[in-house]
């Protein structure tokens, strides 16, 4: 079983703080949203002494100190957006990832982008330049059995995963977040995605759902059935 933990964080550069109102049951974390800096040190000291866990934004940029904190040595990213911007003097939802990977702390053959549809010229060349695993959504189509294979072939032979998802690798259309994408997944084939590869749990050492306005009752849903995925027995 996984524990809950919310960590109503914002830094974004829409400045929206929907996301931190977490309307479902977990443990929240007391962080500080007026000294950015300082709250992603409290994120990331309060993620080391927990470990093991599902992490419940916030935005994205929570990714940037948990990964930090518990040093995966594979992370798949579901995402509509790649996040490899050049990052500014505070780390943000969009260059979490590139930070990550640039200041060392992750290394780029060890990340899986996936259901990207969202991207600018530079971090195409990014991921190009770096050699990141990417499916582009918006590019081609797999069906949704051969997609989930390809993920679990990527994990398969790692022993600590941390599965990052953004919201909006759902339609648009099916969720409430700040950055809603179309031509992503539907939440019924997301949510078959992720019960067979969780059939590789003993791989997947912590979760994090970010991105989420869960005072949505829709949204709030589908991350609630996210968090049951991961919790049920196989």
């Not at 443990?27 to 080391?48: A, H, P, T, W």
């Not at 051969?146 to 998802?165: C, G, L």
């Not at 179309?182 to 991105?211: H, V």
Request: aromatic share 10%; with cysteine.
């Amino acid at each position: 079983m996984y524990k809950v933990y919310g960590i109503p964080f914002c830094c974004n550069l829409k400045n929206d703080k929907r996301c931190i109102d977490i309307k479902i049951k977990c443990e929240k974390l007391e962080i500080d949203n007026k000294d950015k800096d300082r709250g992603f040190k409290q994120i990331e000291e309060k993620v080391k002494k927990i470990g093991k866990g599902i992490f419940v934004g916030g935005d994205h940029s929570i990714t940037y100190a948990t990964i930090k904190a518990i040093k995966p040595d594979f992370v798949v990213v579901f995402d509509a957006h790649p996040d490899l911007v050049k990052p500014l003097k505070t780390i943000t939802n969009e260059d979490w990832l590139r930070a990550l990977i640039e200041n060392k702390i992750i290394n780029a053959n060890n990340v899986l982008l996936f259901g990207i549809r969202n991207y600018d010229k530079q971090e195409k060349e990014f991921i190009k330049n770096n050699e990141i695993s990417a499916v582009f959504l918006d590019r081609f189509y797999l069906n949704i059995q051969d997609m989930t294979e390809f993920i679990m072939e990527k994990i398969k032979e790692k022993n600590k995963v941390y599965v990052s998802i953004d919201i909006d690798i759902i339609n648009g259309n099916e969720i409430a977040t700040s950055f809603p994408e179309p031509f992503g997944l539907s939440s019924r084939e997301f949510l078959y995605m992720l019960s067979k590869i969780f059939k590789l749990k003993q791989k997947i050492y912590a979760i994090d759902i970010t991105e989420a306005i869960t005072s949505d009752e829709i949204t709030r849903k589908i991350v609630e059935k996210i968090i049951k995925v991961f919790n049920e027995e196989n």
